[in-house]
């Protein structure tokens, strides 16, 4: 066996004693390099073109598998852009929508402390349910008094309605008593001015009695100066005289009483009269009893009603939830003085909606009752179920603070974005709190 024998390139010799093969050109390369030492024609020609196939065929098989990845990423894609042209077909979809809510805001209706907090931060309450309560002592105190007002305005009611029972009952009584009153004075005038008459008539008398007597006193008197008669008869004569004047002393005395008598008739004439004017106006009377009567149950109501008042008031002192809902922006802490219309917190219930502002070119397509698919990004796991409940008559900026005016300026046109109410359908779900500002994903189904 002959030992090898190191050639200038490195080759080793074969062990049949046949010269080494030229060496490869390279990695995958099947010529060999000119001038080294290598097969002659008939030596080994064959190992070269061996090679050359096998290199040929590893540089086909790389091209084959990215062909066939390609064509896989083109399958994928074709699929995709059917996917999303079908989705287009069936389906409207925005990113550009929030969850909302019609959040109601509990202020107090009375002002004063707040005696008793009951709820905290984030908590559920059902409607119905006491929130807080206000101090009610004050309020108490008013109704208190409303109470009494009121007792004391039936008291009155009744006071008016017995003063009406008795004026009805004594004003025809009244009537008649003045009338017969006016009737006696008529007559005992009458009489009054008739004994007048009687007593001008002796005065008259009288006075021609005086006269008569006079005349003969005074002849009797000349007479007893010439002795024609005696002094008894010029006595006698005297004394009749004088007593003559007496009686009509008497009878002017008894005139001016008859007269007298007849002006106090008459004035009780004119006050029986008077009091018949008054009993004629019994009906007035009445009608203004009545009428007191009135303004008293005017007043019963007034006073029930302020009754009414101070009770709801009353009521006001107890705060309790208008909605089933979380507590959101509690700002009130127990013993704070809270005013009327202060809000204390808000309650954002548990049924909210989405608004989805669409492209005004995509609502060719969206009616009310349409079902919705809703993806809301804090829960990507879960698909909500909604409806569409109505669109807006007008865009978003339209009812913006500083809306666009087009009138002025360069106009530039721009799509505007029209809000879509969507309810929700499906059950609240307690473990995934939705609530205002969420962003979420709606899709409208066309089909």
């Known amino acids: 066996m002959s030992r090898p024998h190191p050639t200038g390139d490195g080759a080793q010799p074969t062990g049949d004693g046949a010269p080494p093969a030229p060496a490869a050109a390279g990695r995958g390369g099947g010529r060999a390099r000119p001038g080294a030492g290598g097969a002659g024609p008939a030596g080994g020609g064959e190992p070269p073109k061996r090679d050359e196939r096998a290199a040929r065929r590893g540089r086909r098989r790389p091209r084959r598998w990215v062909l066939a990845v390609v064509a896989l990423f083109l399958a994928a894609g074709a699929l995709y852009i ?5 989705r287009a077909r069936t389906r409207i979809s925005t990113d550009d929508a929030f969850i909302q809510a019609d959040v109601v805001d509990v202020s107090p209706r009375v002002a004063s402390h ?17 929130l807080l309560e206000l101090d009610p002592r004050d309020v108490e105190a008013r109704l208190n008094q409303a109470r009494a007002d009121l007792a004391a305005a039936i008291a009155t009611h009744d006071a008016a309605e017995i003063n009406v029972d008795l004026v009805a009952t004594t004003s025809g009584a009244g009537v008649r008593e003045a009338a017969a009153g006016v009737e006696q004075a008529r007559q005992q005038t009458q009489a009054a001015r008739q004994e007048l008459e009687q007593r001008r008539a002796e005065t008259l008398a009288a006075e021609a009695e005086v006269d008569r007597s006079r005349a003969a006193a005074t002849r009797y008197a000349s007479l007893r100066g010439t002795g024609a008669v005696s002094r008894q008869e010029a006595d006698d004569a005297l004394a009749a005289y004088r007593t003559a004047q007496a009686r009509l002393e008497a009878a002017r005395r008894a005139e001016r009483a008859a007269a007298a008598q007849v002006q106090q008739q008459s004035a009780e004439v004119g006050a029986s009269r008077a009091r018949l004017t008054g009993a004629l106006a019994a009906p007035d009377q009445v009608r203004y ?33 208008p909605t089933a809902g979380r507590i959101t922006r509690k700002e009130v802490q127990r013993g704070d003085y809270v005013q009327v219309g202060q809000r204390l917190l808000s309650i954002v219930p548990d049924s909210v909606y989405v608004v989805a502002n669409f492209k005004e070119t995509q609502l060719k397509r969206i009616r009310p009752g349409l079902p919705v698919r ?25 009812f913006s603070l500083l809306p666009p005016e087009n009138a002025t300026g360069n106009f530039v046109k721009v799509t505007q974005r029209v809000p879509v109410k969507i309810l929700l359908t499906g059950p609240p779900d307690s473990t995934r709190v939705l609530g205002p500002g969420m962003s979420v994903e709606p899709a409208i189904l066309l089909r």
């Open 82 to 86: 059917v996917r999303a042209v079908l």
């Open 114 to 130: 707040v005696a008793r907090l009951l709820v905290v931060d984030n908590q559920h309450v059902q409607a119905g349910d006491l």
């Open 289 to 321: 009893s009545r009428a007191q009567a009135a303004q008293a149950r005017a007043e019963i109501a007034q006073k029930q009603a302020a009754v009414r008042q101070a009770e709801l008031e009353l009521s006001y002192t107890k705060l309790r939830a």
């Open 374 to 398: 809703i993806r809301v990004d804090a829960y990507p796991d879960t698909v909500f179920q909604g409806v569409v409940q109505g669109i807006q008559a007008g865009s978003g900026a339209a």
